[in-house]
């Protein structure tokens, strides 16, 4: 079993939606959450970066951890064309010299 | 603020060269953080480099090696190398303290082994 797990997509929605995006793991030891977005041909550039479980609301961006199930989302509102690109959960364990572990990954496209 | 760079954007080298790819970190930030994203597949943990010292390692061959300079800026090495070496390799710097702190990206070097 991979320590993170994503479904790579594709996921195609019409413009507005609200869209769903969600990994599980396996480490009960991860505390620290995280989701890229990265557009096609670039590097991934940090959304949300929540600790422990609970929600995060940023503009259109909720960030929600379940640690209890080990399953993490993050959820768009009024989903935008410029909403499409790839992806990524990440977490760590919290402690100096872990390494963060990212999802492979789901590719959304807002369609207008 | 500049962000974090790497060069060159693109690199083809023949299979049994060698490869190598430079990284500088946000001003301030003295990790640096190195990955390999292949074709389909998830960003792979290569290198963490801190203080000039490597703190962490992927599961990579030894063929994959980088260091760090005082000026916190890193070098990422890829001997003989092969066919399956061809990604985007992704340099990521931050304040430290990997497991706890974020990690900003750069654009990435576009390596094809031919």
């Known amino acids: 079993q991979k320590e993170v797990e994503q479904d790579p997509g594709p996921l195609s929605v019409p413009e507005g939606a609200i869209v769903s995006l969600n990994c599980t793991y396996s480490n009960s030891a991860f505390q620290y959450f995280m989701w890229y977005r990265q557009y096609s041909r670039k590097g991934p550039e940090l959304l949300m970066y929540t600790y422990s479980s609970g929600n995060k609301e940023d503009g259109r961006f909720t960030a929600q951890v379940d640690k209890s199930s080990k399953y993490i989302s993050l959820f768009i509102r009024d989903s935008q064309p410029s909403d499409s690109a790839t992806y990524l959960c990440?977490?760590?364990?919290?402690?100096?010299?872990?390494?963060?572990?990212f999802g492979p990954g789901t590719s959304l496209s807002v369609i207008p | 603020e500049a962000g974090v760079t790497q060069s060159p954007t693109h690199l083809i080298k023949t299979r049994g060269q060698q490869a190598t790819l430079r990284c500088s970190p946000i001003s301030g930030h003295t990790s640096v953080y190195w990955y390999q994203q292949a074709l389909g597949l998830g960003l792979q943990f290569l290198l963490w480099?801190?203080?000039?010292?490597?703190?962490n390692r992927g599961n990579f061959p030894p063929r994959f090696s980088g260091r760090q300079f005082p000026n916190y800026s890193s070098e990422l090495n890829v001997n003989a190398l092969e066919l399956e070496d061809s990604a985007l390799y992704l340099c990521?710097?931050?304040?430290?303290?990997?497991?706890?702190?974020?990690?900003?990206f750069g654009p990435g070097t576009r390596l094809t082994v031919l």
């Open positions: 990521a710097s931050s304040f430290g303290l990997a497991g706890t702190d974020t990690q900003y």
């Open positions: 480099y801190d203080e000039g010292e490597e703190r």
């Open positions: 990440a977490m760590s364990g919290g402690t100096s010299y872990d390494k963060v572990i």
